[in-house]
């Protein structure tokens, strides 16, 4: 069975909370991201998840309410409640809880919940889509089998 810590990004792009949106819509754009994790202790240590923040979230709660993205800080729109998977999940019940919980986007922490990896929904399309194709390829192979024995008996 695979683990949702075998397919999650390892490549985070992290904040803080008590970094400026204008510095997270910075850290975006340099990493080509539409969201960032926020984390506490970020020294190149441990990295605990307990938030995430959108680009959605900046222009619905920042640009259209016409606040200033440099006074405004991460912890003040960031959503909070952050669901997280253990890297040992299975593909399928971090599937269902993404559905559950609505979120397109979902932390992976280890056993301690230090932050290893992110998966989003692209990410689990892309590994089903293979498991689908692969399962209609059985089905191809399956027939050309029965008729090449097929054609064997006639010959």
Same mark, same amino acid.
């Given at each position: 069975?695979?683990?949702? #810590? !075998?397919?999650?990004?390892?490549?985070? @792009?992290?904040?803080?909370?008590? /970094? %400026? &949106?204008?510095?997270? /819509?910075?850290?975006?754009?340099?990493?080509?991201?539409?969201?960032?994790? @926020? @984390? *506490?202790?970020?020294?190149?240590?441990?990295?605990?998840?307990?938030?995430?923040? *959108?680009?959605?979230?900046?222009?619905? !709660?920042?640009?259209?309410?016409? +606040?200033?993205?440099? *006074?405004v800080l991460v912890e003040e729109i960031m959503s909070?409640?952050?669901?997280?998977?253990?890297?040992?999940? #299975?593909?399928?019940?971090?599937?269902? $809880?993404? +559905?559950? +919980? #609505?979120? +397109?986007? $979902?932390?992976?922490?280890?056993?301690? #919940?230090?932050? &290893?990896? =992110?998966? *989003?929904?692209?990410?689990?399309?892309?590994?089903? %889509?293979?498991?689908?194709?692969?399962?209609?390829? =059985?089905?191809?192979? !399956? $027939?050309?089998? !029965?008729?090449?024995?097929? %054609? /064997?008996?006639?010959?």
């Amino acid at each position: 069975m695979t683990t949702i #810590g !075998e397919i999650c990004k390892r490549d985070v @792009v992290v904040t803080t909370g008590g /970094a %400026s &949106i204008a510095a997270a /819509a910075q850290l975006m754009q340099k990493h080509h991201v539409g969201s960032l994790v @926020v @984390v *506490t202790g970020d020294d190149g240590g441990t990295r605990k998840p307990v938030g995430i923040l *959108t680009d959605r979230d900046m222009v619905m !709660e920042v640009m259209a309410t016409d +606040r200033n993205p440099h *006074t405004v800080l991460v912890e003040e729109i960031m959503s909070a409640r952050l669901t997280t998977a253990r890297d040992t999940d #299975g593909v399928h019940q971090t599937l269902q $809880l993404m +559905r559950y +919980r #609505g979120v +397109r986007r $979902l932390p992976i922490v280890n056993a301690n #919940g230090d932050l &290893i990896g =992110i998966v *989003t929904t692209d990410d689990l399309l892309r590994v089903l %889509s293979y498991d689908i194709v692969t399962l209609a390829g =059985i089905a191809v192979r !399956e $027939l050309s089998h !029965e008729a090449a024995a097929h %054609s /064997a008996y006639f010959a």
